[in-house]
C-alpha cells in the first residue's frame, strides 16, 4: 500500500537557519503530495501542496518540489523563524481513490533564537 | 465559523464508558473523513464519508468504533466500552469532493482529546 517516510526529529536550529526535512513516498500512479504544519496547541494546516510531477509548493517561504523520479518532495526553509516552531507533516493522496491522506510520522522542529 | 468543527474539545471518561465525538464540516463539503493521532502512532485513517455513505471503513480498529453521517453534513464517532488505549487526539476533516477528485485540499478541526483513565 501506499506510505509516507519523513526523517525523525526533533530538528533544532537556530533562528535564520536553513531547514530541510525529508520526505520519500511509495504510491503507485502520480499521487498529490502535501506538507501539513501544527503548531502548539493547534489544529493540522495545510501548509503547501503539488498534484504533478515537478511541480513546486510554496507559501510563507517554505517550499517542496515533487520529484517523480526519486519519489521525494523535501520541505525546504532558507531562514526559519521561531515562529516556524511546529511538528510538520508529509502526506499524499493517491491518484485515483478519493482524497484519503496518508501521512508520515511527523517531524518536531524546533527554533531557538 | 468557516471552519470544521468538533466537540467537545477535550474529554475524559472512565474505562468501559461509551462516548460520542461530534464534527461539523464546513458547509457544502461533500467527503468527510475521522483520523487519530496518538502519541507515538502519528496520524491514523479511520473512516471516510462521501454524502451519507462511508466507501471506507477500512481503518476503525475495531468492532467498539463506529461512525455515522446525517444529512450529508455533521458526523458523530463513536466508541463503545472505552479502553486506554483509545486515548488520542480524534482529528476529523473536511473536502469539497471525493472519489476521483485527487489534489482536494482537506481542511481539519483542532480534534477533539480524548482521554481514557
Known amino acids: 500500500g501506499d506510505s509516507v517516510t519523513q526523517m525523525e526529529g526533533p530538528v533544532t536550529l537556530s533562528e535564520e537557519a536553513f531547514l530541510t526535512i525529508n520526505c520519500t513516498y511509495t504510491?503507485?500512479?502520480?499521487?498529490?503530495l502535501f506538507w501539513y504544519v501544527q503548531y502548539p496547541g493547534e489544529g493540522l494546516q495545510l501548509l503547501l501542496k503539488a498534484t504533478k510531477a515537478d511541480d513546486k509548493g510554496s507559501n510563507k517561504g517554505f517550499e517542496a518540489t515533487y520529484r517523480k523520479e526519486t519519489t521525494s518532495f523535501h520541505l525546504e526553509k532558507g531562514s526559519v523563524q521561531v515562529s516556524d516552531s511546529a511538528v510538520y507533516f508529509c502526506a499524499l493522496t493517491p491518484n485515483n481513490a478519493g482524497n484519503m491522506l496518508t501521512f508520515g510520522g511527523g517531524t518536531r522542529l524546533m527554533v531557538k533564537p | 465559523g468557516a471552519g470544521v468543527s468538533q466537540s467537545p474539545s477535550n474529554k475524559v471518561t472512565e474505562k468501559g464508558k461509551d462516548v460520542e465525538l461530534r464534527c461539523d464540516p464546513i458547509s457544502g463539503h461533500t467527503a468527510l473523513y475521522w483520523y487519530r493521532q496518538s502519541l507515538g502512532q502519528g496520524l491514523e485513517f479511520l473512516i471516510y464519508?462521501?454524502?451519507?455513505?462511508?466507501?471506507?471503513k477500512s481503518g476503525l480498529p475495531s468492532d467498539r468504533f463506529s461512525a455515522e453521517r446525517t444529512g450529508g453534513s455533521v458526523s458523530t464517532l463513536t466508541i463503545q466500552r472505552t479502553q486506554q488505549e483509545d486515548s488520542a487526539v480524534y482529528l476529523c476533516?473536511?473536502?469539497?469532493?471525493?472519489?476521483?477528485?485527487?489534489?482536494?485540499?482537506?481542511?481539519f478541526g483542532e480534534g477533539s482529546w480524548l482521554t481514557v483513565v
Open positions: 464519508f462521501q454524502g451519507n455513505s462511508a466507501p471506507d
Open positions: 504510491a503507485t500512479g502520480y499521487p498529490s
Open positions: 476533516a473536511s473536502s469539497p469532493g471525493g472519489q476521483g477528485l485527487s489534489g482536494n485540499t482537506i481542511y
